[in-house]
């Protein structure tokens, strides 16, 4: 039964991170200036990544209960993969955002009913 739990709940996990990296790209090729396209990139690093890594480890704590001895220190990697993205990837944003804004980048707004 517990195997049954942990393959549904993995392939929930990973569909949902694809579906956040699909959403997330046509962000970066939809959306209309560099700020709305850094937090789509962002979403898609941080939801869609996680969501992977988590069915990920899901389908390794299903190798770890079938007696699979050396499956803890793939587990171990993925959890250091994914702390690393969650600490990385808003930073990166940031440092972004910022020399967009120091490179001189406006902001995108949208047209005014005077501006057609």
Known sequence: ?????????????????LFFMLVGTIG???????YTRL?????????GAGFLILGMMLQT?????????TWWFVLV???LI???I??????????LARAGLAGGV??????TDGDA
């Open 39 to 47: 937090h789509a990139a962002g979403m898609t690093d941080t939801m």
């Open 61 to 69: 704590i299903e190798g770890i209960l079938h007696g699979q001895d």
């Open 106 to 111: 406006e902001p995108w707004t949208a047209p």
């Open 82 to 84: 994914y702390l690393f």
């Open 1 to 17: 039964m517990i195997d049954l739990v942990l393959e549904v709940a993995s392939w929930i996990s990973i569909v949902a991170g």
């Open 28 to 34: 970066v090729l939809r959306l209309p200036d560099v």
């Open 77 to 79: 990697r993925l959890v």
């Open 86 to 95: 969650l600490f990385t990837s808003p930073i990166a944003t940031h440092a």
